[in-house]
């Protein structure tokens, strides 16, 4: 069977991640990464993208970072903006489909291989139960997935948008401390990249320091490699946060399918993240201890899951098996 490729594409408020689907296997090639900065439109940078791999396309489906209700989409952290029918006029497609990140996120999960995960507590994922998506990376992606006669089906929505709920007096302080700052505290602007970076400010600031001035991936390099006490202590509350906020994407739907950690930051740090406070974290839910116990958390270590997934999203949506 000859092999006939469509476009996908992971578009975050960093980078947009662009790669070539084999409809027939659901496999990735040509995979590239371009800077969102360097663009002035997603157009032009899929255009790019399709000279680079001189490849013509009549089949796409983008992944975006922003909520899609509608023709007009808007990212949230970007100043991309564009009408999902001009789109498909400009890059002369027959199909085009356009979806949240953690949509293609959530549908990497029906393919993605035991090799690409690290488990973190809980026994075994419950077939036909529901399975909850997050990640941490520019923003806070979030989705649900459930499977019905067969077939799969995502819930999107913009969970990493909820209120930030503290538990502990350390909980408590940082959150008083954003307030000052941003007003309403949504767990995002803890659980994201420059939310490490709040944690971080906070920590030094409440001992009376002054803090350094620190990109994210500074922040994971100098508590992993350097042993820095002020980066490590941040790191340590992020992955509570993590867990804190897992447990209760478990509890929202009853997620015995297993919870999902995927995003540009905790891969970063697997180790650190399976040797914290997490799972303590994910279970500390009072009476509903016991009933967390037994869901299992996976850590995606696959390069490219949200390019994966929404191979897999079209496919599906083409009336194609996603086992072959």
Request: proline content about 5%; hydrophobic content about 40%.
């Amino acid at each position: 069977m000859p092999i006939q490729y469509a476009l996908v594409g992971d578009i975050g408020g960093t980078n947009a991640r662009l790669a070539l689907c084999d409809l027939n296997t659901g496999q990735l090639v040509s995979a590239l990464t371009y800077s969102g900065a360097e663009y002035p439109s997603l157009e032009v940078v899929i255009k790019q993208y399709l000279n680079d791999v001189d490849q013509i396309v009549q089949t796409a489906c983008l992944a975006i970072a922003c909520p899609i209700n509608g023709d007009w989409i808007s990212m949230t952290n970007h100043s991309w903006a564009f009408s999902i029918k001009e789109l498909k006029e400009q890059l002369h497609l027959e199909h085009l489909e356009v979806i949240n990140d953690f949509t293609a996120v959530s549908m990497a999960i029906p393919v993605i291989s035991t090799q690409d995960r690290i488990q973190l507590g809980g026994t075994n994922a419950q077939a036909d139960k529901p399975i909850a998506i997050f990640g941490a990376g520019t923003g806070l992606g979030v989705a649900h997935l459930i499977q019905v006669n067969n077939t799969w089906i995502t819930l999107p929505g913009e969970g990493g948008h909820v209120d930030f709920a503290p538990c502990t007096p350390e909980e408590d302080s940082l959150l008083k401390w954003l307030r000052k700052q941003f007003g309403r505290v949504s767990a995002e602007r803890c659980l994201s990249g420059q939310g490490l970076v709040q944690i971080y400010h906070h920590h030094v600031i409440s001992d009376g320091r002054e803090p350094s001035i620190l990109e994210p991936k500074d922040i994971t390099t100098l508590a992993l490699e350097n042993g820095n006490p002020d980066c490590v202590a941040a790191l340590k509350l992020f992955c509570i946060l993590m867990g804190r906020f897992a447990g209760n994407l478990a509890l929202n739907m009853g997620t015995f399918g297993g919870v999902y950690i995927a995003g540009g930051i905790a891969p970063r740090f697997k180790d650190f993240l399976a040797a914290s406070d997490f799972r303590q974290a994910f279970e500390d839910k009072g009476r509903f201890n016991e009933y967390l116990q037994d869901i299992p958390v996976y850590l995606l270590t696959h390069q490219e899951p949200g390019l994966l997934g929404a191979g897999s999203y079209l496919r599906q949506a083409l009336g194609l098996p996603l086992n072959g």
